[in-house]
T-cell receptor
Framework: LAKTTQPISMDSYEGQEVNITCSHN???????ITWYQQFPSQGPRFIIQ???TKVTNEVASLFIPADRKSSTLSLPRVSLSDTAVYYC???????????FGDGTTLTVKP | NAGVTQTPKFQVLKTGQSMTLQCAQD?????MSWYRQDPGMGLRLIHY???????DQGEVPNGYNVSRSTTEDFPLRLLSAAPSQTSVYFC????????????FGPGTRLTVT
């Protein structure tokens, strides 16, 4: 099971755009990239998924370059409530298994 | 829809005891998984299932058994609890092929003394 690599922590201020990068150098051809958000004492919550190029939904954007060895989660105009741990993981299309990395703890300051 | 439900929310076991953590989903999802999360760490996959009657091992399967007799239920059994199994256990489900978002339950906090 391939594991991704992310920065351990990041700080930001309210209203700023935050970009969190993830490395997945050995991603399999059929794997997708998904991102999750986790608050203390809660299960992770799905944010966004992608295979290549850019995907945008109502809460975030995900950019995956052509070589697919990395991805970047972009959170526009963060607020204090975005303080959480963010996980990037590869999701296999051929099974229901996935591997979480260690996550990035994002702290948003006023 | 209740989503993914887990019982119990908290459990204390003595070393050597066995127990079953329950997980159910009412979304008709094909895939279900069990993870454990130790303090300050990411989630590690214990076992997963791609459909009723089909299960497979994840990253840390030792000491745990699973079965999937129905689409809705995916219980996790601890065979002989050890202090190293003290953790928070999360169950998740996802729709199936072509859909990769997972929906997580609220977790079961297990302490083994």
């Amino acid at each position: 099971l391939a594991k991704t690599t992310q920065p351990i922590s990041m700080d930001s201020y309210e209203g700023q755009e935050v970009n969190i990068t993830c490395s997945h150098n050995n991603i399999a051809t059929n794997d997708y990239i998904t991102w999750y958000q986790q608050f203390p004492s809660q299960g992770p919550r799905f944010i966004i998924q992608g295979y290549k190029t850019k995907v945008t939904n109502e809460v975030a954007s995900l950019f995956i370059p052509a070589d697919r060895k990395s991805s970047t989660l972009s959170l526009p105009r963060v607020s204090l409530s975005d303080t959480a741990v963010y996980y990037c993981l590869e999701m296999s299309t051929n099974a229901g298994k996935s591997t979480f990395g260690d996550g990035t703890t994002l702290t948003v300051k006023p | 829809n209740a989503g993914v439900t887990q019982t119990p929310k908290f459990q204390v076991l003595k070393t050597g005891q066995s127990m079953t953590l329950q997980c159910a989903q009412d979304m008709n999802h094909e895939y279900m998984s069990w993870y454990r999360q130790d303090p300050g760490m990411g989630l590690r996959l214990i076992h997963y299932s791609v459909g009723a009657g089909i299960t497979d091992q994840g990253e840390v399967p030792n000491g745990y058994n699973v079965s999937r007799s129905t689409t809705e239920d995916f219980p996790l059994r601890l065979l002989s609890a050890a202090p190293s199994q003290t953790s928070v256990y999360f169950c998740a489900s996802s729709p199936g092929p072509g859909r990769y978002e997972q929906y997580f339950g609220p977790g079961t906090r297990l302490t083994v003394t």
